[in-house]
């Protein structure tokens, strides 16, 4: 009303400000965001009726009797807002939910303006009239209530008089909280009331058969009956199922579900390069096969639902399928296979083996195929059990049965937990049953598959492989390769063959041919007596690994070059070959001279330090570093006999001097003192040393 008077040009700002302050003017609602200033039509001077008439084109205090009553009471009560907006049910996590927020905040505006409305009646001792007849104030004011809009306020207070009353009483004393409702405050009568009652109730929710409400309710109203407890019904258990849907989880669905479903997970990017990180597993492939099997009775059966397993080794860094291996099901030995195939795979892209800086496995099996992890990356990540989401392998597979999907006819569906519109009509696949390939057929069309999609990457592959460092790229050498992936022969009782080194080097016979390895390191013949196991590479028999039984011992042999007889049959290569094995034997000479000489310098120079022990040398033949024993013994004799002769003359002079002493001795007592005088203390002394 104000800004009406002012635009219009009927009162300026400051003469409204003045007759506001001299109370000329009645303001019933003062202006705020969203709500215009009103004045009371009844305090208005007489001065300013006719120009609002004119203006307004009608008498604005019979409008203001035609419009709802508490519309000029009403205002936004941000308080009220934020409470009901950050209120928790039961004082927990839940709020309430956002239609209900909204009706309440609209209960709370509306009985806000009722309690103006009804002041300012009562102040001025009213009767309203509201739809054309006398009513008292409250019945003015529900019915005022109902009228409002409700797409601008969605209250829900009663329509009765007398009802909303009370309401408004209960608001006054308790505020906000009066309006929840009591679903929501829990203060119904509840019927579970203890814990022993709601930890068996949750039991009964958590077990592993998923027993609807009906049945848990049956169940426990049977203990009930027996402990004193009220029974329940199905609609008292579903608020339970659904506020500890969390903590029953487990128990219905499983811990691999939970995992999957409800643990959180880390987002990860892939990887910026090849080879930083390989993701396996083994796939049962979505497409059928027949095959002819002989039952106990000895009848021949054609079974038509068979499928193969597909261990699958994943380069995540474009979705490139570094290497594979299929098989009637999963085992140690296929993984083996599908690990081998990558590594090959490697040298067939790059011209060498290389490892992968982290291969990640499922944890079947770990303990058995550990070794072969380390082998093939340089550190192992397991995926933590049941958690298909950490393995990039699992998603890839969906992508692989799409394909399979739209080219094989033999497709069988997706897993068993799929929506039965997404399967093949079974009906159809009965008909055709009878076109289904082989195994041999199935493995073909997989192997397709999969040579269809590394065609489709390997343009992006080797350009990722183009941007790689040296140093991030890690080779797996050909004794690391045949130790982990070679294979070994065994005999008809299941026992490894071994062979030993002769002259002519390491005989044996691979796939019913015999081959002839050798080693150009001399420390393979150190050990010549032991007995080697071969590991070798069916693709490539120009080189295996010899170890021993226990694995300690490793050397890489490669088949010896044969040379040709006559000279006339020389060819290129045959003159290098042949002179490689000369410098390996003169090298072994004189690794076997130089070993000999520093043990003979040793044992000289102990002879020398112990003379007593040069006899010995005669009896035992030890030989000089030449191999001249004679030499060296008669050097020997001839250094003994001066010895001798030396020992001899030095005894003879100490014999010498002894006896001269004796006798000038026995001369100068003889001319000095009496000898039996003498010879009496000489005894006595002896007596005293004795």
């Known amino acids: 009303m104000a800004n009406m008077l002012w635009e219009s040009g009927i009162i300026t700002r400051t003469n409204y400000h003045k007759m506001v302050i001299r109370k000329k003017l009645d303001i019933v609602q003062r202006g705020c965001r969203n709500n215009p200033a009103l004045i009371s039509w009844n305090s208005f001077p007489d001065d300013l009726r006719m120009p609002v008439i004119r203006v307004l084109n009608g008498d604005p205090g019979k409008m203001v009797k035609r419009e709802n009553p508490l519309k000029q ?174 903590e029953t989880f487990p128990g219905r669905q499983g811990l691999k579900e939970f995992s999957n479903r409800m643990t959180m997970q880390a987002k990860r990017y892939k990887p910026t390069l090849p080879l930083l990180f390989w993701s396996l597993d083994g796939w049962e492939a979505e497409l059928l096969y027949q095959q002819i099997a002989v039952d106990g009775k000895g009848n021949r059966v054609t079974t038509y639902f068979n499928r193969l397993t597909v261990v699958t080794v994943l380069d995540p860094s474009c979705d490139y399928i570094a290497g594979y291996a299929i098989g009637s099901h999963e085992t140690p030995a296929l993984i083996t296979e599908a690990l081998r195939n990558a590594a090959n795979h490697t040298a067939e892209l790059f011209g060498r083996r290389y490892q992968t800086a982290q291969v990640q496995s499922d944890r079947y099996q770990i303990a058995k195929l550990s070794p072969v992890y380390d082998s093939i990356g340089a550190k192992v990540t397991p995926a933590a059990v049941g958690n298909a989401k950490a393995k990039p392998v699992e998603r890839f597979f969906a992508k692989f049965n799409e394909y399979l999907k739209m080219h094989f006819t033999n497709w069988s569906g997706y897993n068993v937990t799929s929506k039965k519109d997404n399967q093949p009509n079974d009906e159809w696949l009965d008909k055709r049953k009878r076109d289904f390939p082989d195994e041999a057929g199935c493995r073909m069309q997989i192997i397709q598959a999969i040579e269809a999609f590394r065609k489709e990457k390997i343009e992006k592959y080797m350009e990722l492989w183009s941007k790689m460092s040296d140093d991030k790229k890690i080779l797996l050498s050909d004794e690391q390769y045949l130790y982990t992936f070679g294979n070994v022969r065994y005999d008809k009782r299941k026992e490894l063959i071994t062979n030993t080194l002769t002259g002519a080097g390491v005989i044996a016979a691979i796939g019913g041919e015999e081959h002839t390895y050798d080693c150009f390191d001399i420390n393979f013949r150190k050990h010549s007596r032991e007995k080697w196991i071969l590991r070798f590479d069916p693709d490539d028999l120009t080189k295996v690994l010899a170890t021993s039984k226990d694995g300690s011992l490793r050397y890489m042999l490669e088949e010896k070059y044969v040379q040709p007889m006559a000279l006339a049959d020389r060819k290129p290569g045959d003159s290098e070959e042949l002179q490689k094995v000369r410098n390996y034997n003169k090298e072994l000479v004189e690794y076997i001279t130089d070993f000999n000489v520093q043990r003979d310098e040793l044992v000289s120079e102990h002879f020398q330090k112990y003379p007593e022990l040069n006899d010995t040398l005669l009896k035992h033949l030890i030989t000089d570093s030449r191999g001249q024993h004679k030499d060296e013994r008669n050097r020997q004799l001839a250094l003994s006999a001066a010895r001798k002769a030396e020992i001899k003359t030095a005894k003879k002079r100490e014999a010498e001097e002894a006896e001269s002493f004796a006798d000038e001795r026995s001369r100068y007592l003889k001319g000095k003192v009496n000898i039996e005088e003498y010879l009496q203390t000489e005894n006595q002394e002896l007596i005293f040393n004795i």
Do not use: C
């Open 73 to 246: 009471y009403l205002s936004f009560n941000d308080e009220a807002e934020r409470f009901f907006s950050t209120y928790l049910i039961d004082g927990k996590d839940r709020h309430l939910p956002s239609d209900t927020q909204k009706e309440y905040l609209a209960n709370a505006e509306v009985l806000d303006a009722i309690r103006r409305f009804v002041q300012n009646a009562k102040s001025r001792r009213q009767t309203y009239s509201v739809g054309g007849t006398a009513e008292s104030i409250w019945e003015a004011a529900a019915k005022a209530a109902e009228a409002l809009d409700r797409s601008q306020y969605p209250h829900r207070l009663p329509r009765n008089a007398r009802s909303l009353q009370k309401k408004y009483k209960r608001y006054a004393k308790d505020g906000f909280k009066s309006l929840i409702h009591d679903n929501f405050m829990n203060r119904s009568a509840a019927i579970i009331k203890d814990e022993v009652q709601e930890a068996f109730l949750l039991k009964l929710i958590s077990n592993y058969k998923n027993y609807n409400d009906e049945q848990i309710a049956e169940m426990y109203n049977i203990t009930a009956e027996f402990s004193g407890w009220k029974p329940v019904g199905a609609g008292a258990v579903a608020p339970y199922r659904i506020k500890h849907h969390l």
